[in-house]
């Protein structure tokens, strides 16, 4: 009985490890940009749920939409918003743990996020506050 349960139990462990790492490929920043640390941050901790080619992360795949955050690649954020929703689980709590990565660490992935976030946005228009 043993060796069942030490093959079950391996083979949890492997299911675990593919989850962690589940939609990460290349990252394609440069190792002396200064944002590269924030893009390995971003690929180990973001990669589950969040797209954005430099980090070479493909978000959720073929998981329920549920747990599939924005895709970075269409749309831009600033480091101010991408640290308010590092810190405090997106920007509606509802599906994002707080605090993903903390200090400085989720300073860096803020820097990554806002340089390279909305590579594939379309320029839309925004309202503005003149009368016609």
Do not use: W
Not at 27 to 55: E, M, Q, R, W
Not at 62 to 76: H, S, V, W
Not at 94 to 111: K, S, T
């Amino acid at each position: 009985m043993r060796p069942a349960f030490a093959t079950a139990l391996a083979a949890a462990a492997a299911i675990g490890l593919l989850a962690c790492g589940f939609g990460k490929q290349d990252i394609t920043v440069s190792k002396d940009d200064p944002t590269y640390n924030g893009a390995v941050l971003f690929a180990t901790h973001c990669s589950g749920c969040h797209t954005l080619s430099a980090a070479g992360t493909q978000g959720t795949g073929n998981r329920g939409e549920r747990t599939q955050g924005p895709n970075l690649d269409q749309r831009t954020e600033t480091y101010e918003d991408a640290l308010f929703a590092i810190q405090n689980g997106g920007f509606s709590g509802a599906i994002m743990p707080q605090n993903v990565v903390v200090g400085r660490e989720a300073e860096e992935v803020a820097r990554f996020v806002a340089k390279f976030a909305g590579s594939e946005a379309e320029e839309s228009e925004r309202p503005t506050n003149e009368s016609p």
